[in-house]
């Protein structure tokens, strides 16, 4: 199993930029797939996630929550997040990652989840 997360870039605060998570190995409409990422100096923070199959339910850290979007391409077996209004505190190296059989209360756990992709970098500048 490979996940695979693209679309980091530099951009200005209030842009918009779209990551992407492709996997290989599983069907990523089977697991949850969650956004995480790690900002200089900092932990590795959780921002959002989306349930597996046809339940959909989505979770989102409050420092993104209607600015940030995540969504499911099955046909491309991808899952995207739609960044919105960024900030410069937005800036980190964002993880996509894949877990099976989560419940909801774990969405936001890191030790929840199974398969890690290698990260992609997104800067913020004023």
């Known amino acids: 199993v490979q996940l695979q997360a693209s679309g980091g870039g530099s951009v200005q605060a209030g842009d918009s930029l779209k990551l992407s998570c492709g996997a290989s190995?599983?069907?990523?409409?089977?697991?949850?797939v969650g956004w995480f990422r790690q900002a200089p100096g900092k932990e590795r923070e959780f921002v959002a996630a989306i349930k597996s199959w046809n339940d959909n339910n989505r979770l989102y850290a409050d420092s993104v929550k209607g600015r940030f979007a995540i969504s499911r391409d099955n046909a491309k077996n991808t899952v995207n997040l739609e960044m919105n209004s960024l900030r410069l505190e937005d800036t980190a190296i964002y993880y996509c990652?894949?877990?099976?059989?989560?419940?909801?209360?774990?969405?936001?756990?890191?030790?929840?989840?199974?398969?890690w992709g290698q990260g992609t970098l997104v800067t913020v500048s004023s």
């Open positions: 190995g599983f069907t990523f409409r089977a697991a949850t």
């Open positions: 990652a894949a877990g099976r059989s989560l419940i909801d209360s774990s969405m936001n756990r890191q030790q929840a989840y199974d398969y």
